[in-house]
Structure formats: structure tokens, C-alpha cells
């Protein structure tokens, strides 16, 4: 069972929880960062596993 910060949580500009996405790589999700062409990308780096992740964060 993991013990480390398995997801990443997004929240609105009013603190309402919007969205929880899962790390399907490992159980460290380290570092996020927002970028593609149009801002809809939410790049999540995982440490035990040395994995960068992409999640299609449009719909938000």
C-alpha cells in the first residue's frame, strides 16, 4: 500500500475541490506544472518511479 502523496488535487479559485487525479506511475507525485499550447496540460512528476506525467486538464 502506498504511503506517499498518490494524488494531486485541484482546486477552484474559491477553494472548492474541482478535481483528484490519481497517479497511475507510483505513490510520490512530486512536483506539477501547467503548460501546453492552450494551458491544458498538467504535467506531474513522480519520484519513485522517475515518471513524468501528462494529464488533460481542458474540461476544468
Do not use: Q, W
Not at 42 to 50: D, F, K, M, V
Amino acid at each position: 500500500m502506498p504511503t506517499g502523496r498518490v494524488h494531486v488535487f485541484v482546486f477552484a479559485p474559491n477553494g472548492e475541490l474541482i478535481a483528484r487525479i490519481k497517479s497511475c506511475a507510483g505513490p510520490n507525485c512530486t512536483n506539477v506544472a501547467i503548460g501546453g499550447a492552450n494551458k491544458d496540460r498538467l504535467y506531474i512528476t513522480e519520484s519513485a518511479t522517475g515518471s513524468v506525467l501528462v494529464a488533460d486538464i481542458s474540461g476544468l
